[in-house]
């Protein structure tokens, strides 16, 4: 079975400072791995997605996460926070062999000026 | 792209009415979810369809809710009839080929009140 833990509910970071959101997976095979972000009142967006080519993501909005298989890691980052990347964000992993989708619980980021 | 296309936004209703939510897929994807959320469950997929057809509904709480997708470009999920504790926001996304690494497309969702 396929889980995800994001830890952390609630990150806040300055304006200008770097982004670091943490998702931990867990899979029996190897799995394919996606950011999402919502705005309020919205739905979730596309970030980005592994799908098991380069390890190394790069997604919208200068984000970019990295798969490591040795840490069942999928982190992501953005060197430089912006106001505007203040929303919540989910971490999802789904199943190759199922069309099923596990989505962590959100973390929510504060950007401060 | 007009992306996925949910209404009503928003949906007050008293204990015991009949509630209808709709979808509009984006044109051309063949799998649809419907998803519910809330502060305590988080994202939770009530029901998927591939093709029209339902592939796992293992997620609908229970005999009160039901989802029909008649053709390629719409759906419904309705709940008959509703409680207080169905009030979430019900997100419709869809997906291109419906496999595990075809991303999702999320609606604005349907806040739904249940007084």
């Known amino acids: 079975a396929q889980s995800v833990t994001q830890l952390g509910s609630h990150v806040s970071v300055s304006e200008g400072a770097l982004v670091l959101l943490r998702c931990n997976y867990s899979?029996?095979?190897?799995?394919?791995l996606f950011w999402y972000v919502q705005y309020p009142n919205q739905g979730l967006q596309l970030l980005l997605k592994y799908t098991s080519a380069a390890t190394l993501v790069k997604g919208i909005n200068g984000f970019e996460a990295e798969f490591k298989k040795s840490e069942t890691s999928f982190h992501l980052t953005k060197p430089s926070a912006h106001m505007s990347d203040a929303a919540e964000y989910f971490c999802a992993v789904s199943d190759p062999n199922f069309n099923k989708f596990y989505f962590g619980s959100g973390t929510k980021l504060n950007v401060k000026p | 792209d007009a992306g996925v296309i949910q209404s009503p936004r928003h949906e007050v209703t008293e204990m015991g009415q009949e509630v209808t939510l709709r979808c509009k897929p984006i044109s051309g994807h063949n799998s649809l979810f419907w998803y519910r959320q809330t502060m305590m469950r988080g994202l939770e997929l009530l029901i998927y369809?591939?093709?029209?057809?339902?592939?796992?509904d293992s997620g609908m709480p229970e005999d009160r809710f039901s989802a029909k997708m008649p053709n390629a470009s719409f759906s419904t999920l309705k709940i008959q009839p509703s409680e207080p504790r169905d009030s979430a926001v019900y997100f419709c996304?869809?997906?291109?080929?419906?496999?595990?690494?075809?991303?999702?497309?999320f609606g604005n969702g349907t806040r739904l009140t249940v007084t």
């Open positions: 996304a869809s997906s291109l080929t419906g496999t595990s690494n075809s991303p999702l497309h």
């Open positions: 369809f591939n093709n029209n057809v339902p592939i796992d």
């Open positions: 899979s029996s095979v190897p799995p394919y």
